[in-house]
């Protein structure tokens, strides 16, 4: 990739579902760091830890599944049926998806949501005149936090990870 961008084929380099400890191993070789990381990253699953890290290392964290990816195999329920995010949802007259974008927006990262329907893309995108109270903001951050895809499909007895803390570096 380092060659790619010195021929001027791409423009910057990212990197996705790294964890620190991934991210501190292509830092210590890299000539070109990283310009972004791309991980699940939803109220439910915050990622304090690698963002704290990531915003140290000036690398951009990108959230993917950030209202969960509800019906996808990866997904999870969880996010969308939120009581919390529902209430905040409601007490400010916007949806439980403009909710999670918000926040997202909010931390600093870049959010990557996905709809195939124009109304929905209309809403996600209606976040910006608009902000979450201190109040809302600390409940959020207060959320049980639960990895919605663990990816138990990458560990194997015989592959390089043994289990989902080996894959995930602890950080799950
Ligand atoms: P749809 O394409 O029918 O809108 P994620 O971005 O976390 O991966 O989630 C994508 C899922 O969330 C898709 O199933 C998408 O369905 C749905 N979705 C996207 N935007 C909204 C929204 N504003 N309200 C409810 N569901 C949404």
Redesign the pocket.
Known sequence: MEECQALGLTKSIGVSNFSCKKLETILSTAKIPPAVNQVEM?PMWQQKKLRKFCDEKGILIES?????????LW?TNR??ECELLKEIAQAKGK????VCLRWAHEQGVCV??????KE?MK??LDIFDWKLSAEESCKISQLPQCKGFPAGEFVSDDGPYKSLEELWDGEI
């Open positions: 939803n993917y599944s950030p209202l969960g990816a509800k019906g996808t997904g996010v969308m949806s439980l998806a403009q990557l949501v996905k709809s195939f329907n929905r809403q996600n």
